[in-house]
């Protein structure tokens, strides 16, 4: 008997028909070194919450968490101002947004939205079957027409004040005639709160705290944005009780993982290294977003007005602009491009633009330095010079700031172990301005140079013999005053000796090299820095904003004459170590500042910068 089948036939699988408008999220950036293009906190995340994920023990990783986070609850709703059960937690607060389309609309419902906003509104109504509708904003003041928005009829109407990508606040005139007009839900994104709360010259209203009084509202909130927390994905939303049970049947058990839940724990506490420290760099994100425009004005860039920590500008060829940003100088906005035009500026850009975001200062120099050579070109001009070749004077970043990098005059040799590659290290001097030089010679490395750099690449006792014929020349510079900035490894060397391996370090600091004392070694990712003296931090920390950076290191600094050369610390299962060390003019990081993203940078280019002032 035949085993042969005969082959079945072809039957192709097939998604709902609107799956085909959906598209996958893909913001057109990547990873560069000075990255503008998130509305992250730059300044990294809570000290306090850090500490508490790199503390999960292997139970949180081995068991489910919380069905629905009944512990995260009381805490956010104490922070709100709301009750536990006014309290719907998720997987950010798209996840909240996802849930309550499911919940509130039928197959086919409308859901109104302003256009431009927030782009996964669209993306998330179309995938539970709804028709999403754009209101377009309108105006210099880019207004939303709230009869317009109520005369879809819509099942769900979505507001995000102040507006993603835009950063325009919505009256509390408008927002209250479309609730009281709503025939269906009314949901009010808050991601930018904390930045609305921390502005003194305030634009926008914050709604939440009201949200369960107002009946047919859910007000979206965050702990991407302020809380530095984009990496663990914790949003919440805030409305009456029965709209939270609603949305909860729609959102399911376990959306918030267990270590996610504890680093929210912890930065939600009232302490200078949790919640205080959110609101303080909120504060800091404010005074930046202002600074930055002041900057952009000066390059003749006209902003939408904005209530948030980022800003919009209109942008003719946006795209083209944005990628020479990151080709030439490694520099990453987001650009938004096909918006509706019934803005006077979209009109005038084609519908075009980008949006920035405010950083440490160093970071937004870099920027802006770009922008203004990428302009310049484009319209024409070499740097600074031609008809405005006063561009960028009296913007607070330098007169000439048509280079990018713009360089500082400042020589920096980088002492090669022989161990590793050094390019990422060399570059991200280079990007700060520096002219810069790798030296294999321990005695000619200090010579003819503003200042030193060992890198973090290498084994002790390998780059100790190689130091070693120039130890005791390279020392003296240093302890005369040579500037340094000393990596990982590299302040390793200022110590006497390691455990690591046989060999001298330069002594500057009194003291030994051990191995970490903890169960995971090594240490490699993201780690807090807590600084020595918190109310006078070290200028070089201090420039930078640096509160989380990168390591990579199995083995840390001991001092043993007490901690007068300690600028900052850190923690890692309950070793604490010195972070950063300075001796005169010598400055030793054991974690990895080119690594570090925004801030790290802004270390580097800080420290290059007060070379430069030094000549």
């Known amino acids: 008997m035949s085993t042969d089948r005969e082959p079945a036939p072809e039957r192709p699988l097939r998604t709902r028909p609107e799956y085909a408008r959906i598209p996958l999220y893909a913001p057109g950036t990547s990873p560069c070194a000075t990255d503008m293009s998130d509305t992250i906190n730059l300044w990294g995340a809570p000290p306090a919450a850090v500490r508490a994920v790199r503390g999960a023990t292997v139970e949180t990783l081995s068991h489910y968490p919380a069905l629905y986070n009944a512990e995260l609850k009381g805490p956010i709703a104490a922070y709100a101002g709301v009750s536990p059960d006014e309290v719907v937690t998720g997987c950010g607060s798209d996840d909240v947004i996802d849930c309550v389309f499911r919940a509130f609309a039928e197959p086919g419902g409308v859901v109104a939205h302003a256009a431009p906003t927030f782009s996964m509104v669209s993306v998330y109504a179309r995938s539970n079957g709804m028709e999403p509708v754009g209101v377009p904003l309108t105006g210099t003041d880019y207004a939303l027409d709230a009869d317009a928005l109520l005369a879809t009829d819509a099942a769900i109407i979505y507001l995000c004040t102040p507006n993603n990508p835009t950063a325009t606040p919505l009256p509390r005139e408008t927002v209250e005639r479309v609730v009281r007009g709503a025939r269906g839900l009314v949901v009010i994104d808050e991601a930018y709160a904390e930045y609305v709360l921390a502005d003194d010259e305030r634009s926008a209203e914050v709604y939440t705290p009201e949200a369960p009084s107002m009946g047919r509202v859910l007000a979206l909130r965050t702990m991407s944005k302020a809380f530095g927390l984009a990496g663990l994905r914790v949003g919440y939303g805030v409305g009456s009780a029965a709209v939270v049970r609603e949305v909860e049947k729609a959102r399911g058990p376990f959306k918030v993982t267990y270590p996610a ?28 977003r202002r600074r930055l425009v002041d900057g952009l004005r000066a390059l003749g860039l006209e902003r939408a007005p904005s209530a948030a920590h980022f800003t ?49 200062e160093p970071v937004q120099r870099r920027l802006l330095d770009a922008l203004a050579a990428v302009l310049d070109e484009r319209a024409g001009r070499g740097a600074g010079n031609g008809a405005d070749g006063e561009r960028g004077a009296g913007s607070g970043y330098g007169a000439s700031a048509g280079v990018a990098p713009r360089p500082t005059g400042a020589r920096v040799t980088v002492f090669d172990y022989g161990a590793g590659n050094l390019h990422s290290l060399v570059k991200a001097f280079e990007r700060a301005g520096a002219a810069v030089r790798v030296e294999t010679d321990a005695a000619r490395a200090v010579d003819d140079t503003d200042a030193l750099v060992l890198p973090g690449v290498g084994a002790f006792a390998a780059a100790a013999e190689r130091l070693a014929p120039g130890r005791e020349r390279m020392r003296e510079a240093l302890v005369n005053g040579l500037p340094a900035l000393d990596i990982c490894l590299g302040m390793q060397l200022l110590f006497d000796e390691s455990d690591e391996g046989d060999g001298a370090g330069l002594g500057l600091v009194r003291g030994r090299v051990t191995r970490l004392d903890a169960r995971r070694v090594p240490q490699i990712g993201w780690n807090a820095i807590e600084p020595a003296y918190p109310e006078s931090p070290d200028p070089l920390l201090a420039a930078s904003g640096l509160g989380i950076a990168y390591y990579a290191n199995s083995y840390v600094c001991r001092p043993s004459t007490g901690d007068d050369a300690v600028i900052a610390w850190s923690e890692h299962e309950g070793d604490r170590y010195p972070a950063a060390v300075r001796v005169r003019e010598t400055v030793g990081v054991q974690f990895h500042p080119e690594k570090s993203s925004a801030p790290g940078v802004a270390m580097i280019e800080a420290f290059v910068r007060s070379l430069a002032a030094r000549r």
């Open 261 to 288: 839940t504890l680093g929210a724990l912890a930065a939600l506490e009232d302490a200078e290294d949790a919640r205080r420290w959110v609101a303080a760099h909120a504060r800091t994100a404010v005074a930046q």
């Open 312 to 360: 919009f500008v209109p942008v003719p060829d946006a795209r083209a602009v944005a990628e020479a940003l990151r080709t030439r100088f490694d520099v990453g906005v987001r650009v938004f491009a096909g918006l509706p035009t019934a803005v006077p500026a979209l009109a005038a850009s084609h519908g075009e633009g980008f949006r920035l975001n405010a950083g440490p």
